[in-house]
């Protein structure tokens, strides 16, 4: 093989991971809701956190280590513990403890999925951002598909938000909106690595004040809580958010944004197949609703 084929093999290699980095965060990501059905019947929402970040920081050390990455300047590390804090600490800290008190996973997850929307909106009113035609009919698209894959699912019929879980679901959107926001324009250039090891000693100190302040430590050592720490620290943790991280630094917010409405989809259909939850006709229909709005925002 002559040098530019060769060179055009690996060009068209480089691009086809590239294009699966989208999906196989989404997955990864996803199954934060799988972990968290199976751990927090054991343990406290922000205890189980705690544990989550103390046992990846070690990950991440030994990863830089290993791999001799950069580590970052004082700057660049006071910008990650805000967005590790405001990210991990809000957004997961939100989540975990609206489920934990009995609000539907469905719900949370509708919530939370409203963040492209709010993600375009701050970006155009405070920085004066453009949203084309296109990408604002992708994002509408993507919220009712959402909406039908949340309303369609048998979790959530019947039930009620109370007004606890509604605040923390509302803080864990905004939690994860303006995270988003304030690394595509301050962190941009960080390394992912040491950038995500700062971000979880931000996230840390979050959760670990408020099960102080808030929870009894009160742990039931079952397996089902184990299996669901390893899941959190490992491939969410680690592999999930050195992926969301690097697609921040490499693509416009819109376009990384809309794919957190692929997560809701994806993980009805995980809960269906380790769960034996019925998956409705509108889930199905929701779900090619959110594909086809996704499609319109990214598309180059």
């Known amino acids: 093989m002559s040098h530019p084929e060769l060179t055009r093999a690996k060009r068209m290699k480089s691009k086809a991971v590239t294009t699966l980095i989208p999906f196989l965060f989404v997955w990864l990501w996803s199954t934060g809701f799988v972990g968290a059905r199976f751990g927090l019947p054991y343990i406290e929402p922000f205890f189980i956190l705690t544990w989550r970040f103390i046992l990846t920081l070690p990950v991440f050390a030994i ?111 905004f939690g994860i909106t303006i995270a988003t926001i304030i690394q595509k324009r301050y962190g941009a250039g960080t390394p992912l690595m040491a950038g995500a090891f700062w971000q979880y000693i931000g996230s840390l100190i979050v959760v670990a004040i408020a099960s102080l302040m808030l929870e009894t430590h009160t742990v039931d050592p079952q397996w089902q809580l184990y299996a669901a720490l390893f899941w959190m620290v490992i491939p969410l943790s680690t592999a999930a958010v050195l992926l969301l991280m690097y697609m921040i630094s490499v693509g416009e917010v819109a376009k990384v944004t809309s794919y957190f409405y692929l997560v809701p989809p994806v993980a009805v259909v995980q809960t269906w197949w380790l769960f034996d939850e019925a998956l409705s006709v509108t889930s199905l229909v929701g779900c090619l609703v959110v594909v086809l709005g996704v499609a319109l925002v990214v598309r180059e």
Not at 73 to 88: D, E, P, S, T
Not at 131 to 156: D, K, M, P, Y
């Open 63 to 173: 990863l830089i280590l290993i791999l001799r990455k950069r580590w970052l300047n004082i700057a660049q590390i006071k910008v990650q513990l805000v967005v590790g804090a405001i990210l991990h600490g809000l957004y997961l800290g939100g989540v975990f403890y609206a489920v934990s008190i009995g609000t539907p996973a469905g719900i949370a997850a509708i919530i939370v999925g409203i963040q492209p929307i709010l993600t375009a909106v701050i970006n155009r009113v405070l920085f004066g951002q453009s949203v084309s035609t296109r990408q604002t009919l992708g994002l509408v698209l993507g919220f009712i598909g959402l909406l039908a894959v949340i309303l369609g699912s048998a979790e959530i019929s019947g039930s009620n938000v109370g007004l606890q879980g509604l605040a923390a679901c509302i803080i864990a959107l």
